[in-house]
């Protein structure tokens, strides 16, 4: 049994599949295992390297730089959206001096590193005579990288439709805005959704960059908890990775969601399903028709001759 795109595979390529399957768990469960030995053999799993997590004052804090992380990532994956959509509308404007300032902008947000924007709002500004709070250099950080990536997104989702989309909103009267926003900008996103949820994931772990500039962050308070009696450090970093671990998985979950729901057309769930058949039939049919009557009109005009 076949398909266009993928042959199922036979006897011999299912017995490969199977060893490749069984060797792969094989090593993972091997450095899992060695990895478990190791924290053994140090004595990683003392009550005393735990000990810290069992104040409720701890988890407070963590709660509350838990917070911390999501108010910088929620602002800043809103406002990398907005620019992005600014800048994709910009590079595809008709006019070069709209579209070239705009691609020299986003290039140069995509080639700065976003630890370095960061480090020049917070520590670069105040030599110029303006200080930033760490909160608004995070976000204003992220969204300069994030913003042009997701621009760069939506820029080829919208060059990869056909042109025939574009020709079809110009044909019934809309102008190019109209066009851009309703017709070529709706199927773009939908295209490229997975691209923009994988960057907005970048935007949730990049959060963590904020520590360097002092911003009280989830990895800002692992650094504090690192420091305290036993030094628990590889205990405060699974911590605090499991619950960045925990956010990406629930963001990744959401777009998927998203995406079902946005794939789901109210008009494709009550069109009754068509027999292709049937259709064929139809057609012929039709033509078998039409050939007959073409042949009843010559014999009425050869009679008439």
């Not at 838990?66 to 994709?88: E, I, P």
């Not at 907005?200 to 989830?218: H, N, P, R, S, W």
């Not at 308070?221 to 990775?241: F, T, W």
């Amino acid at each position: 049994m076949t398909s266009v795109l993928y042959d199922v595979p036979g006897p011999r390529a299912r017995r490969r599949n199977a060893i490749l399957a069984i060797v792969t768990i094989a090593v993972v469960v091997a450095v899992l295992g060695f990895v478990a030995w190791r924290l053994s053999l140090t004595n990683q799993y003392d009550a005393s390297k735990w000990n810290v997590f069992t104040y409720s004052l701890v988890w407070q804090t963590i709660g509350e730089m838990l917070v911390n992380t999501l108010r910088a990532f929620a602002l800043a994956a809103v406002l990398s959206l907005a620019l992005g959509f600014v800048l994709a509308i910009g590079r595809l404007s008709d006019h070069a001096w709209v579209r070239v300032p705009v691609t020299v902008v986003t290039e140069l947000f995509r080639a700065i590193p976003v630890l370095v924007l960061m480090m020049i709002l917070y520590y670069g500004l105040p030599s110029l005579g303006v200080t930033m709070d760490p909160y608004w250099a995070v976000v204003l950080a992220l969204m300069a990288y994030n913003g042009s990536v997701l621009a760069e997104a939506l820029r080829a989702g919208v060059e990869s439709l056909p042109k025939g989309q574009s020709e079809a909103g110009y044909a019934i009267g809309l102008r190019k805005s109209g066009v851009m926003v309703k017709v070529l900008l709706p199927q773009a996103i939908r295209a490229m959704l997975p691209v923009i949820i994988a960057q907005l994931v970048v935007v949730m772990k990049d959060t963590a960059l904020g520590f360097l500039i002092t911003y009280q962050e989830l990895l800002y308070y692992a650094k504090l908890l690192s420091s305290q009696q036993g030094r628990p450090i590889l205990q405060a970093a699974l911590i605090i990775g499991g619950i960045y671990v925990i956010m990406c998985l629930l963001l990744s979950w959401l777009a998927k969601w998203v995406e079902q729901r946005s794939r789901r057309s109210p008009k494709v769930a009550k069109t009754v399903a068509h027999d292709p058949a049937a259709d064929d039939e139809g057609t012929l049919t039709e033509a078998i028709a039409l050939q007959s009557r073409s042949r009843r009109i010559e014999s009425a005009d050869d009679s008439e001759r």
